[in-house]
């Protein structure tokens, strides 16, 4: 299925066509089930579905252990982000350095999954 996507190319899409809708969708839904189908929707397309159909056509990945907190901190920095004018540089104090002291700890103990593992 996946055997010429190494030759494959992306075409280019002019600007005015662009649009971004990565965003998910929080609102607007009617019962609980439309939420719970969203839902198995988004899962069904998380990255350890298919990354391993990529194979060697894809630059390495790996994933970290999170706990609720690390992921509280993403929650934080992706919301300090969204001010305007926001940058790296203006995340609240310490939240870049706890991700990357995350990374090396995860690192520095092997505690990183590839998807080729």
Known sequence: MLAGIGQMRLREVPEIDKRDCSTPKLTGY?????????QNSVLDANIEKWIDALGDNTFPSAFLPLTEAHAQMFVDAYEA????????????????????LRWRYCSSTKRIGTARE
């Open 30 to 38: 009617a019962t609980e089930a439309d939420v719970g189908t969203y």
């Open 81 to 100: 982000l969204q001010l305007p004018g926001a940058r790296l540089a203006t995340l609240p104090a310490g939240i870049l350095a706890q991700v990357r």
